[in-house]
């Protein structure tokens, strides 16, 4: 009797779970998704098979790069004229020698917002910082879709070798999650933690061709028959639940902020002056923004450095949203009246 109790009970639990797994694979068929996986992976997954047509390009704007994955395409031109970048893939006509001029020299990193998606080379925060200190120019080696990590290594790898006097980190805010990831628009190398300490992963990124040649030979593959959907599915919650805690005790602040002190570090020694500018998104403008923490958790950690930061909140919420941010279906990116108030923000700040 006993035995039969037990039977019972396993043959139900093995239903509800057989029932849950066929429920979550027929909503991943209807809606056209791979199966369940971690961000990463998933990322992988999609951008695969885009690829897997011989004549797919990697990108008509970006270039391979086995350190940080990717980089800005060399003299690289959009159709319209709008973006236009010089041989080393900085967004500027002007070419700059390695060792500098006479003039002082601000290096800027970022992703998509320092580098000005949406707007014309002349409507970019850094040319209107060049066009507002005379005696200095500006370069601009901000990578579109990149993560902080790979904001660092670029420093580390080719921003050094320019000896700028100012170093400014252009922060995005929703770009603290990328460090996470080891694949976004493409492989990327990020950081884990052992001993407080960061620990580079993804040291060496294989190029396009041979990740999809493994995916062809079977040496990689999407996942399995026998791989459960409703497992992969609760471990993908579970995990993305966990990433995007935001307090100074997240594993994201941990790394974020050991990458802080790492930029610092990297930037006085070589002689420069860092500044660290935080960029909010446009939802900075309701009520109950949930990336305040960030923002907070970024400045207090400045205070403690003692390393100059801006934040550009308390300077946008001055004015009326469209006037900084484009809408959001069209990428929520800077407007030009919205570059060139970080162009007045940093202008201010290096006179001083």
Known sequence: MKRKKIFLVLSVWLGIFALAEISVRIY??????????????????EWVEKHLDPDAEFSSSLVFDSSIGWQNKPKYKSEDGKIQLNSRGMRSTKEYAKKKSTLKRILILGDSYTFGSHVANNEIYSHYLDEKLPDYEVLNMAIQGSGNDQHLLAYQKYGKEYQADVVVFGFFVLSYFRNFLSFRGYAKPHFTIENNSLVLQNSHIIPPEELISQYRSGQKTFGKWYDSYLYNGLYRAIYKASTRRLNEKAYGWKVLSLIMEAYYKEVTESGARPLWLIIPNR????????????????EQKCIKMNMPYIRLDKKFLTVDKKIVFRPKNVGGHFTPEGHEMVADAIRDWVKK
């Open 28 to 45: 991943c068929y209807a809606k056209g998704r791979l199966m369940p996986v971690v961000n990463s992976l998933e990322n992988e997954w």
């Open 283 to 298: 939802d900075v403008y309701k009520e109950n923004y949930r990336y305040e923490a960030i923002q907070d958790l970024c």
